[in-house]
């Protein structure tokens, strides 16, 4: 064993400024974030706390109505979090370093432990005061017998530890990869009691002798004589369960993969599971039944939700959505409408508030005359409803149409078109109470469409046969269309014109997925590919416009296409649609996880930081192209001189290369990877400097 001791300088937590503060994104939901929520712990039915990825720390004491944000020196993702008692607490954190940090006045302030350690803790257990232990998610555990003072590294018979569990002084239980392994002499032996198919992520017991593991591919153990026997339990409708936790020795619950909870009421012999729709579709990281009526849990994309009936009901504690948005409409700054696959949600106030409609069940393309009056569409069945009072009722339209509508759009208040995924066109000359065919194509579908007039229009998608984009256009309110000429592979999936002659395609596919004409269509000119694909698009005039992409991946244009810009969001996962107000420099960006950022100072001038200027603080953006093969730029932001280090780790954490590792100057500095000689697959680069330390994934794509 060996004994880890903490840094002599103790960083007490600080309020600093956001890092991405060019532009100033806020969340405006989920609230209280929108990153995944690894770790959810309360005292008492009032009082909790909920941390995750980006450093993300929340405390309330109304049971989870309001947050408050507690800001730590870190942008580590946070692991697990533990009390002891109301006062005393500990929270691991890291994914390439290993950080311990504690509160001894509830939560108010942490004291940062650096362990010097690779990955930080996970699944805390204290059996008392002073004596605890934590997954490291390697070879080895950690243990504490003196309330944190010093961590000590307790080797197992474990390559991979990722649950641990200490009933006495003396009877730990560690899990993780393939195995479970016992210590009845508080860790100096190990005995392996078990070795799976399937890798462990999480273990509870209720005394020395019952006791639970769970992990991947609904992988359920259980044990009732201190694990000389574990016995394979059938959960059915659970796939990877990534946490459970015992309520009392009868009483059991679990959750996982795609919101998935589950429920035993004799100890784990028998599951019911649920999937929740405060929960659906995003995977639950944590639970902690508190007591016999109130359980939390937490998750990806925000997620953190209450019942406060033993898990008859839940509550969610979020906001107004958190899966993938999909459509946006805006009128104006401060009014505005999104939809994900089976919800709309609506904002009055320049999203302040986001609110879930009731008078609508299902979510899809969205299209608003102004604030009151507004279509929508269904994303998976052939509706369309209209509302002439925001969203309050809603009269249907068309029901049962063959095909799911893919766009809408009006020239007028009354004169308006739709396009289905099957291409077909259809158009109604009295606000939507009638409907007719006007167009169509076989063996193809529709994307898109935009008028530039009340004559002028263009539709965009995909034909078979023969196979390659389809772009066609009306100048007589839809009464003929023509096929243009686009030669590309690609589907179209987004247009946008800014006036008669100036138009530009864009593809939610790989390769040449950009394209632009200056003549009304009559020839489209292939521009710069957006890297990985367009999601959303908007163009300000000819030559400024802006993309959406995956990865968190925001781009501006000042000159058509030719080139693109990556601008700095603090997300790395997709951004399916957006608004952008040139004149006041409002921007809304929407996507997966129920996603919107808002930021008011992208005006013309652009969202890129003066690279002329000393930083404010530092910030790690993200690589640029990403995905990329072989070669990516990253760009990390100093604000005053010191010892840097930038590395590439792969998906277990092997440093793969160190691009940065010594003194650098204040300013904005780029530096370039080459990825040659590795695989295809996730990696994860790192700034540290000091006490600051940043993480952000890229995706090699050979």
Same mark, same amino acid.
């Given at each position: 064993?060996?004994?880890?001791?903490?840094?002599?300088?103790?960083?007490?937590?600080?309020?600093?400024?956001? #890092?991405?503060?060019?532009?100033?994104?806020?969340?405006?939901?989920?609230?209280?974030?929108?990153?995944?929520?690894?770790?959810?712990?309360?005292?008492?039915?009032?009082? =909790?706390?909920?941390?995750?990825?980006?450093?993300?720390?929340?405390?309330?004491?109304?049971?989870?109505?309001?947050?408050?944000?507690?800001?730590?020196?870190?942008?580590?993702?946070?692991?697990?979090?533990?009390?002891?008692?109301?006062?005393?607490?500990?929270?691991?954190?890291?994914?390439?370093?290993?950080?311990?940090?504690?509160?001894?006045?509830?939560?108010?302030?942490?004291?940062?432990?650096?362990?010097?350690?690779?990955?930080?803790?996970?699944?805390?257990?204290?059996?008392?005061?002073?004596?605890?232990?934590?997954?490291?998610?390697?070879?080895?555990?950690?243990?504490?017998?003196?309330?944190?003072?010093?961590?000590?590294?307790?080797?197992?018979?474990?390559?991979?530890?990722?649950?641990?569990?200490?009933?006495?002084?003396?009877?730990?239980?560690?899990?993780?990869?393939?195995?479970?392994?016992?210590?009845?002499?508080?860790?100096?032996?190990?005995?392996?009691?078990?070795?799976?198919?399937?890798?462990?992520?999480?273990?509870?017991?209720?005394?020395?002798?019952?006791?639970?593991?769970?992990?991947?591919?609904?992988?359920?153990?259980?044990?009732?004589?201190?694990?000389?026997?574990?016995?394979?339990?059938?959960?059915?409708?659970?796939?990877?369960?990534?946490?459970?936790?015992?309520?009392?020795?009868?009483?059991?619950?679990?959750?996982?993969?795609?919101?998935?909870?589950?429920?035993?009421?004799?100890?784990?012999?028998?599951?019911?599971?649920?999937?929740?729709?405060?929960?659906?579709?995003?995977?639950?990281?944590?639970?902690?039944?508190?007591?016999?009526?109130?359980?939390?849990?937490?998750?990806?994309?925000?997620?953190?939700?209450?019942?406060?009936?033993?898990?008859?009901?839940?509550?969610?504690?979020?906001?107004?959505?958190?899966?993938?948005?999909?459509?946006?409409?805006?009128?104006?700054?401060?009014?505005?409408?999104?939809?994900?696959?089976?919800?709309?949600?609506?904002?009055?106030?320049?999203?302040?508030?986001?609110?879930?409609?009731?008078?609508?069940?299902?979510?899809?393309?969205?299209?608003?005359?102004?604030?009151? $009056?507004?279509?929508?569409?269904?994303?998976?069945?052939?509706?369309?409803?209209?509302?002439?009072?925001?969203?309050?009722?809603?009269?249907?339209?068309?029901?049962?149409?063959?095909?799911?509508?893919?766009?809408?759009?009006?020239?007028?208040?009354?004169?308006?078109?739709?396009?289905?995924?099957?291409?077909?066109?259809?158009?109604?000359?009295?606000?939507?109470?009638?409907?007719?065919?006007?167009?169509?194509?076989?063996?193809?579908?529709?994307?898109?469409?935009?008028?530039?007039?009340?004559?002028?229009?263009?539709?965009?998608?995909?034909?078979?046969?023969?196979?390659?984009?389809?772009?066609?256009?009306? $100048?007589?309110?839809?009464?003929?269309?023509?096929?243009?000429?686009?030669?590309?592979?690609?589907?179209?999936?987004?247009?946008?014109?800014?006036?008669?002659?100036?138009?530009?395609?864009?593809?939610?596919?790989?390769?040449?997925?950009?394209?632009?004409?200056?003549?009304?269509?009559?020839?489209?000119?292939?521009?710069?590919?957006?890297?990985?694909?367009?999601?959303?698009?908007?163009?300000?005039?000819?030559?400024?416009?802006?993309?959406?992409?995956?990865?968190?991946?925001?781009?501006?244009?000042?000159?058509?296409?030719?080139?693109?810009?990556?601008?700095?969001?603090?997300?790395?996962?997709?951004?399916?649609?957006?608004?952008?107000?040139?004149?006041?420099?409002?921007?809304?960006?929407?996507?997966?996880?129920?996603?919107?950022?808002?930021?008011?100072? =992208?005006?013309?001038?652009?969202?890129?930081?003066?690279?002329?200027?000393?930083?404010?603080?530092?910030?790690?953006?993200?690589?640029?192209?990403?995905?990329?093969?072989?070669?990516?730029?990253?760009?990390?932001?100093?604000?005053?001189?010191?010892?840097?280090?930038?590395?590439?780790?792969?998906?277990?954490?092997?440093?793969?290369?160190?691009?940065?590792?010594?003194?650098?100057?204040?300013?904005?500095?780029?530096?370039?990877?080459?990825?040659?000689?590795?695989?295809?697959?996730?990696?994860?680069?790192?700034?540290?400097?000091?006490?600051?330390?940043?993480?952000?994934?890229?995706? #090699?794509?050979?």
């Amino acid at each position: 064993m060996k004994t880890i001791k903490f840094l002599t300088a103790v960083l007490f937590i600080l309020v600093v400024n956001t #890092l991405y503060s060019q532009p100033a994104w806020v969340w405006q939901n989920p609230k209280p974030s929108g990153y995944d929520m690894n770790a959810v712990c309360f005292i008492n039915s009032s009082t =909790g706390f909920l941390g995750g990825a980006n450093g993300e720390l929340y405390r309330t004491t109304n049971s989870g109505a309001d947050w408050n944000r507690i800001t730590l020196a870190t942008t580590e993702t946070i692991q697990s979090i533990c009390f002891t008692d109301a006062n005393t607490g500990y929270m691991g954190a890291g994914r390439f370093q290993c950080l311990m940090f504690k509160t001894t006045n509830g939560g108010l302030n942490w004291t940062e432990q650096n362990l010097g350690l690779q990955y930080g803790p996970r699944s805390i257990n204290f059996i008392n005061a002073a004596t605890g232990v934590a997954a490291h998610q390697q070879g080895d555990i950690l243990k504490t017998t003196n309330s944190g003072v010093n961590w000590i590294s307790v080797n197992t018979s474990i390559s991979y530890n990722a649950g641990v569990w200490q009933c006495s002084p003396s009877v730990i239980y560690s899990a993780g990869s393939t195995s479970i392994s016992k210590s009845t002499d508080g860790g100096g032996n190990w005995i392996t009691q078990t070795t799976n198919s399937g890798d462990i992520l999480s273990i509870c017991f209720t005394d020395t002798d019952n006791g639970l593991a769970a992990g991947r591919n609904g992988l359920m153990l259980r044990t009732s004589n201190g694990g000389s026997n574990w016995n394979t339990i059938t959960v059915s409708g659970m796939y990877d369960i990534y946490m459970l936790r015992y309520q009392n020795a009868s009483t059991v619950f679990a959750c996982g993969q795609g919101g998935a909870v589950g429920k035993s009421t004799n100890g784990g012999l028998n599951w019911i599971v649920t999937y929740p729709g405060e929960t659906y579709f995003n995977t639950l990281q944590c639970i902690q039944p508190l007591n016999a009526n109130d359980i939390f849990m937490s998750g990806a994309f925000g997620t953190i939700t209450r019942s406060s009936n033993g898990g008859t009901n839940w509550l969610q504690l979020f906001g107004s959505v958190n899966n993938e948005l999909y459509y946006s409409h805006f009128t104006d700054d401060n009014n505005g409408y999104a939809s994900s696959f089976n919800s709309v949600i609506k904002t009055t106030n320049g999203g302040v508030n986001w609110i879930k409609l009731s008078s609508i069940a299902f979510g899809g393309p969205v299209y608003y005359r102004n604030p009151s $009056t507004g279509y929508h569409a269904a994303m998976n069945s052939g509706l369309l409803y209209k509302t002439t009072n925001g969203g309050a009722n809603f009269t249907p339209l068309i029901t049962g149409y063959p095909s799911p509508f893919r766009s809408i759009n009006f020239t007028d208040d009354n004169t308006g078109y739709l396009v289905t995924s099957n291409a077909k066109t259809l158009k109604t000359t009295n606000a939507g109470a009638n409907w007719q065919q006007i167009d169509s194509t076989d063996n193809a579908y529709y994307a898109d469409m935009t008028f530039t007039d009340p004559q002028t229009g263009y539709l965009s998608g995909y034909k078979n046969s023969p196979a390659g984009a389809l772009i066609k256009k009306t $100048t007589n309110a839809g009464l003929n269309w023509t096929e243009q000429t686009l030669s590309s592979p690609l589907a179209m999936t987004t247009l946008w014109f800014v006036n008669s002659n100036t138009g530009f395609a864009g593809s939610n596919s790989s390769g040449q997925n950009f394209y632009r004409t200056t003549n009304g269509g009559v020839n489209w000119i292939a521009g710069t590919p957006v890297t990985p694909y367009i999601n959303d698009m908007y163009f300000v005039n000819e030559n400024i416009g802006y993309t959406v992409s995956l990865f968190g991946n925001f781009y501006r244009t000042t000159n058509s296409g030719t080139n693109w810009v990556q601008l700095t969001t603090p997300v790395d996962y997709a951004i399916r649609t957006m608004y952008h107000n040139n004149n006041t420099g409002t921007t809304y960006l929407l996507g997966a996880g129920g996603m919107i950022l808002k930021s008011t100072n =992208g005006s013309i001038t652009g969202f890129g930081q003066n690279e002329n200027t000393t930083p404010d603080n530092y910030r790690l953006e993200q690589n640029y192209p990403n995905p990329f093969n072989p070669v990516t730029s990253l760009k990390i932001h100093i604000p005053t001189g010191g010892f840097v280090k930038l590395a590439v780790y792969d998906v277990t954490g092997k440093e793969v290369e160190v691009l940065v590792n010594g003194e650098l100057n204040a300013g904005t500095h780029k530096v370039e990877f080459d990825a040659s000689g590795l695989p295809s697959g996730v990696y994860f680069y790192r700034l540290s400097s000091g006490n600051f330390v940043s993480t952000r994934k890229m995706v #090699l794509i050979k």
